[in-house]
């Protein structure tokens, strides 16, 4: 059984405006020790439906609809008391933006003690020494544990709240947007890392990110996601040698690749659909230049175009591209 | 015209001081910099993309800035020459003449004012020496004459000095306007003063890089595309105003312009607000733009669509861009030349394919590999460098790469590595490529240390020498 199973979970949002359907039916498991990732533009609903996993939505967020089962529990239905047991225990977040995500009038060592002391029976002392094998791990002197936050530089800090998230050695770590603001070095270095603890101690990664190309070198699955639905997922190799919808050819052509010939990055023309009103048919057909009758007047479903291979298109369902 | 240079940066310098404290800083032997950028020097030529990368904190933002002289250069040469008739330019050379001769004016009025005035005095002196002979003693007199004699010499000085100082002013301005040897007027836009900088800015402008932050968000489109021409007092009416706010964004691909003119940032999507930035530094109708960063805050769906805007400006307008990326793999798609900055110095320089496909600098080759592939088969070895963003304020002796560098040798600890041409205008800067003044030096240096350790064996031994010993 895998460790993770969403399935047709839908997370809403109440605004003035009306209802946004952030993540509208979007299912996806993951196993023990893999990774994968979630991909799209800004606003397509990766980051809420990672939120939707720790069960950490702001307050006008809720699951509509459908389940997260972890390792065999039911997230949606779980009660705060236990849930707040289960996570950073089980399962934890590496949140967007380290440089602003640790507290600067706290040192990042306590910062690190302070969940291990809430989750297991252990001393202070064990605590501390466990926080030095953890910096230790990510790759930061043990010494450094008793400085502040702003001591550190972004890769640094970027590590810390790695090292915050192995805390309790999680079976499950979502890294939302892990190294959007970093350098080219140090992101190449942040993600080894991830890379070599996800080996090292058989991780379930989730790896949130609009830079596909990151993904590519990191994860053997990927999720793409466009306004709040999954329109293909699959592994690495097939959607990036044969992207089949639409919206990932145009997303992967986005990408000038430095070792490949020289051609210019494709827009994809147009704007991601208002999700208060979304259209009735496929989310995608407004941008779509292979766009058809039946686009706007029927949701694609999710198919199974070759084995482990899913995307949600019409045409490609019909054969046509 | 198209191989003719728009713009000549030459050895510029940007240090910033830096401050300990008063104690300290009086204390100090040296006053110590923070030199972010350091002897850089390259030139573009009109209608040529030229793009700077490098990690953050290289001086790739700076540089781009000291040449707009939005961060004050510390030294160095920023020379701009535009085509021969360019109305902009010949106004800002009228203008420049203007100063010139109203300095002139000034100066000779301090001249001769002090000679008149020292000629004055010493005939009232004379004057008053007589009454006083006339008169007797009488102390008040005497007093008087003694100011008087006082008053007279820095009056002479300050006005000598004032004629000084337009001589000198004259002597800058002139120097300011240079000219080419293809006989372009040019600019040294280091040595024009704030009124004349303004002309100089209406042909170089800046695209900035985050377009969430850099727009007034309590400003309309138009109040923000209009407000060059209006710091620049360029239009005469609103309508003239207004026709030009509306070509610009016309221009940026803002169409109609009246659709997008009275709305607020806030209102207008991530891409769009960089086309506003844009058609800010179009309505001046500049020649050369400078572009820190302008897609790395943009989505990835809408990077190509800003790239494509800024080609069809080029061959539209006739622009030419200082393109600053971090990004090696948009810098190889969109430019036609590179140059890699290291800690403030650009350390290879050349056409694009020539650095993406056979990079010279170990620095170069080790950002080339860690760019991230969208390409979950590739299998390449990544050079990936220790440490974080080296520091500007204790730069290393020798090459400024050698603590990182995979390949250091000795000599990269203590010479600095001299431009070494690879190809016709591709060089870097790196001892690799000259194995000749390597094997010389290390012959060199192995004399010089023998002949040290001699020195040290025959030294006599001191007291200290054995204290040391014991410890």
Not at chain 1, 16 to 44: P, Y
Not at chain 2, 87 to 104: C, F, N, R
Not at chain 2, 157 to 180: D, G, H, M, P, V
Not at chain 2, 400 to 423: D, G, K, L, N, S
Request: aromatic content about 8%; proline content about 6%.
């Amino acid at each position: 059984m895998a460790l993770l199973e969403v399935s047709n979970l839908k997370t809403y949002f109440t605004t003035l405006e009306g209802t946004v359907q952030a993540v509208d039916d979007v299912s996806f498991e993951l196993d023990k020790g893999t990774a994968m990732g979630l991909a799209g533009e800004s606003g397509c609903g990766k980051t809420t439906a990672a939120l939707s996993i720790m069960r950490l939505l702001p307050s006008n967020g809720y699951i509509k609809q459908g389940s997260i089962t972890f390792d065999g529990k039911n997230i949606v239905k779980m009660n705060p008391v236990k849930l707040r047991r289960t996570r950073w225990k089980e399962m934890s977040i590496v949140f967007q933006g380290a440089m602003n995500a640790l507290n600067p009038v706290k040192r990042v060592g306590d910062q690190i003690v302070e969940p291990i002391l809430l989750h297991e029976k252990v001393t202070e002392a064990t605590a501390r020494k466990r926080t030095k094998e953890l910096f230790e791990l990510v790759g930061i002197s043990p010494d450094r544990i008793d400085d502040y936050p702003h001591e550190f530089s972004g890769g640094m800090r970027q590590r810390v709240m790695i090292a915050m998230a192995l805390a309790c050695w999680p079976k499950l770590i979502i890294a939302d947007e892990p190294t959007t603001a970093l350098d080219v070095m140090i992101q190449a270095q942040i993600i080894r890392l991830l890379k070599n603890l996800q080996k090292e101690l058989d991780l379930a990664l989730i790896m949130i990110s609009h830079d596909l190309s990151v993904l590519a070198e990191t994860c053997e699955f990927l999720c793409i996601m466009y306004a709040g639905k999954i329109v293909e997922k699959g592994s690495s190799v097939h959607i990036f040698k044969h992207p089949r919808h639409p919206y990932t050819r145009g997303l992967v052509a986005a990408f000038p690749n430095i070792k490949g010939e020289k051609f210019m990055p494709e827009p994809i023309p147009g704007n991601p659909p208002n999700l208060i009103h979304p259209p009735i048919g496929c989310r995608f057909s407004d941008r779509c230049k292979y766009k058809q009758q039946i686009c706007d007047q029927k949701e694609p479903p999710l198919f199974e175009f070759e084995p482990g291979h899913y995307v949600a298109c019409h045409l490609v369902q019909k054969g046509v591209i | 015209m198209a191989d003719t240079d728009i713009l000549r940066v030459e050895n510029l310098n940007v240090w910033f001081q830096m401050r300990e404290g008063f104690f300290k800083d009086l204390l100090a032997k040296k006053q110590r910099y923070a030199k972010a950028v350091d002897g850089v020097s390259f030139n573009i030529k009109k209608g040529e993309i030229f793009c700077l990368v490098g990690e953050s904190g290289c001086g790739k933002t700076t540089t781009g800035k000291g040449i707009l002289r939005l961060i004050e250069p510390t030294s160095g040469s920023v020379i701009f020459a535009d085509e021969k008739e360019d109305k902009v330019m010949g106004d800002l050379i009228k203008s420049v003449e203007k100063t010139y001769e109203t300095e002139e004016r000034i100066g000779k009025f301090a001249f001769f004012g002090s000679l008149f005035a020292s000629l004055a005095t010493i005939a009232m002196s004379i004057n008053l020496a007589l009454t006083i002979v006339n008169l007797g003693e009488n102390e008040l007199v005497r007093i008087l004459l003694g100011l008087a004699c006082l008053f007279e010499a820095p009056i002479l000085f300050a006005s000598s000095r004032r004629y000084n100082r337009a001589l000198k002013a004259i002597q800058e301005k002139t120097r300011a306007i240079i000219t080419l040897e293809d006989g372009r007027p040019a600019l040294d836009v280091r040595k024009l003063d704030r009124s004349e900088l303004t002309y100089a800015r209406q042909r170089i402008q800046m695209i900035f890089q985050d377009p969430y932050e850099s727009l007034n968000p309590k400003m309309t489109v138009f109040d923000i595309v209009a407000e060059p021409l209006v710091v620049n007092k360029i239009c005469k009416n609103e309508k003239e105003k207004e026709d030009r706010v509306k070509k610009a964004l016309n221009d940026a691909g803002l169409r109609p312009p009246e659709f997008f003119m009275w709305r607020y940032p806030h209102q207008v999507s991530g891409g769009q607000r960089q086309r506003v930035g844009i058609a800010g530094t179009l309505v001046l109708d500049p020649s050369l733009l400078v572009a820190d960063e302008p897609i790395s805050m943009l989505d990835v769906s809408i990077r190509g669509d800003i790239l494509k805007l800024m080609l069809d400006l080029r061959d539209k307008k006739r622009l030419t861009y200082l393109f600053i990326t971090h990004d090696l793999s948009v810098a190889y798609v969109f430019s036609d030349r590179i140059g890699v900055m290291y800690l403030g110095r650009i350390v290879e320089m050349g056409p694009t394919e020539k650095i993406i496909k056979n990079p010279k600098h170990p620095y170069t080759q080790a950002l080339i590999t860690v760019v991230p592939k969208p390409d979950p088969t590739a299998k390449e070895e990544k050079i990936i460098l220790k440490g974080e963003r080296p520091d500007p304020t204790n730069i290393p002796k020798g090459c400024r790469f050698h603590p990182r560098c995979p390949y250091v040798m000795e000599i990269c600890e203590h010479e600095q590595p001299a431009e070494t041409e690879v190809e016709a205008g591709h060089w870097a800067e790196c001892f690799l490529l000259t194995p000749e003044i390597v094997d010389k030096w290390n012959k060199e240096w192995a004399v010089k240390k023998e002949e040290e350790k001699m020195k040290k064996i025959t030294a006599p031994i001191t007291p200290k020498d054995k204290e040391k010993k014991k410890k």
